[in-house]
């Protein structure tokens, strides 16, 4: 089989519930030259079979099943690096995931009239019950080395984390989100840490255009979020050090705006992470409800 430009990479556990929307979505795309590889982490619902099923009736959707149960991170590395090995370019996608139909064709073209960016990502509609929110990055992101080279520290590192399910070259891009993805010892905001130093390296491009669907409403914080002080208190410094540490890649810049760059990157992780630390403090003491 020749390989596609683009590879649509499904890391499944159980999703049965959503999982043939989230497939007719990209079956429905405007644009035609994708694979799309579901990947089941063994699952125990009925997910895979709809899967197979829908192998079955569309040539351009394949299932590949692990041989024995994957973390989480484990089963996304895997797909990052099928995608790596196997396209031009590729995207994750969970079993509700949404998107507009020229979700695809948009991110293709950004990435290919600018061969200098690696992550074309798409504006955001987060769904929940309680109503919907779409989500644009602050314009203060874009030229964030130029910024940080000038003195200037950008306020806050303000995109959706749900950038990490764009579109990625796998020539360049792909070692940034394996690296990343593998390199981060905490299940919970690994997504917003992933695309840290795609922002950071200005290595990123937003397509107003294309819409990405997030569906709320997974508990993933309450099931993945830390609980402890100290288990907050070190994901925050995680967080912080790994982005702080992206400054390697970038043009130099003097110890005062180091100094600075760090603090910043200390109160987004605070944002990003939601953990406050004093009023985690206060409560524990009783001195706030």
Known sequence: ???????????????????????????????????AVIVDNRSTDGTAEIARAYCEQDPRFEILTQETHLSAVENFVFCME??????????????????SPNYLSLLVNALERNPDKLLAAPTVRRVSEGGERVLHPDPI????PQSLAAGTVPYALAYPSEWCYGLVRADGGAEILIRRWSGYPHAWCVASFVVAEFVMRDLAIWVKDAEFVFMEGS?????????????????????????YKVTRKLPPVSLATRIKLFRRLWRVSRIKTRYDLEDHMLKALRFRK
């Open 1 to 35: 089989m020749t390989k596609p430009r683009v590879l649509v990479l499904f890391p499944i556990y159980n999703g049965e519930r959503t999982m043939r929307d989230s497939l007719d979505c990209i079956a429905h795309q405007d644009f035609q030259d994708f694979r």
């Open 82 to 99: 099928y995608g790596q090995n196997h396209s031009d370019y590729f995207c994750l996608r969970a079993c509700d995931d949404l998107s």
């Open 141 to 144: 992101i874009f030229g964030y």
């Open 219 to 243: 508990g993933s914080f309450e099931k993945y979020g830390a609980k402890t002080f100290f288990d907050k208190f070190r994901q925050r410094l995680s967080y912080t050090l790994g982005c």
